[in-house]
């Protein structure tokens, strides 16, 4: 299958005797390419990194249209535990519907995941689109797409588009799961999110710092990009946080008495 240029996933192994695991989730429609920056930077600082192309992303949207949230959460699973079996700690970051995936393998594998980073994490789907495609997902195979949404000139995401109206439908799916999940996700918490973003409601950063149950989290919103914040004009500031995030976590004497 023919990838789009930039499309390509994005490994890296650790040399370092007890490397901390990474594992990068991109977003809805998108590709490896909006967390690209963060993957290498996180690589050069001596971490192992995986940043998968999740089933259906990065080649046509009639790809997408025969997947579902099934198939995008079993690829990033398949992903956490390989990490698991090479890294003593696992940080999940994920952007978007990416942060979505992030939360499910937290509530759902909590002793394989050290901590999260979410940027403009998507957690709600407007109400009547919602309710529409459930009839519309039939008749009407996609719709205009949602890609690209960055404020600095002249930077381009590489994704679809069109959106594939029964993979939306299955996303709208996956945000009630996630929400139904939230309490139970007790881990060290990152979140990022854009002052104006035009994909996203900053509410969705609200509700998951609402109901969550991470003791130890830090907010940190984003004045100078949109949605794609990973490749605007705070990316450097991402990059930054996060390093400092994964510094925490592997320096806090909580973490090291929790891991056997």
């Known amino acids: 299958m023919h990838l789009l240029p930039g499309a390509e996933p994005f490994h890296h192994t650790s040399q370092d005797e007890d490397p901390v695991g990474v594992l990068l989730c991109h977003g ?31 080649t046509r949207w009639q790809d997408m249209a025969v997947t579902g949230w099934q198939d995008w959460y079993a690829a990033v699973h398949r992903e956490l535990l390989l990490l698991n079996e090479r890294c003593a700690r696992v940080v999940v970051c994920g952007l978007s519907m990416g942060g979505a995936l992030a939360l499910r393998l937290a509530a759902r594998q909590p002793g394989n995941v050290s901590g999260l980073v979410l940027v403009n994490p998507a957690l709600t789907f407007p109400a009547a689109k919602g309710a529409a495609l459930r009839v519309v997902r039939h008749v009407v195979p996609s719709t205009p797409g949602l890609v690209g949404d960055i404020a600095k000139p002249g930077v381009r995401e590489v994704g679809y588009d069109r959106v594939p109206s029964r993979a939306a439908h299955s996303l709208r799916e996956l ?30 950063s609200a509700l998951l710092l609402a109901r ?14 949109f949605h794609v914040a990973t490749l605007d004009h705070d990316a450097e500031r991402i990059f930054q946080e996060t390093d400092a995030f994964i510094t925490h976590l592997v320096t806090s004497p909580r973490d090291k008495e929790e891991i056997p």
């Open 28 to 58: 809805f429609t998108g590709s490896p390419q909006s967390l690209r920056p963060l993957a290498e930077a996180l690589a050069a600082r001596g971490h192992t990194v995986s940043l998968p192309l999740l089933p259906g992303h990065g």
């Open 175 to 204: 945000f009630s799961l996630v929400r139904q999940d939230l309490p139970q996700v007790t881990q060290p918490l990152l979140v990022a999110h854009s002052a104006v973003d035009h994909v996203v409601p900053p509410s969705d």
């Open 212 to 225: 969550v149950s991470s003791l130890d989290v830090r907010e940190v919103v984003l004045t100078e990009s």
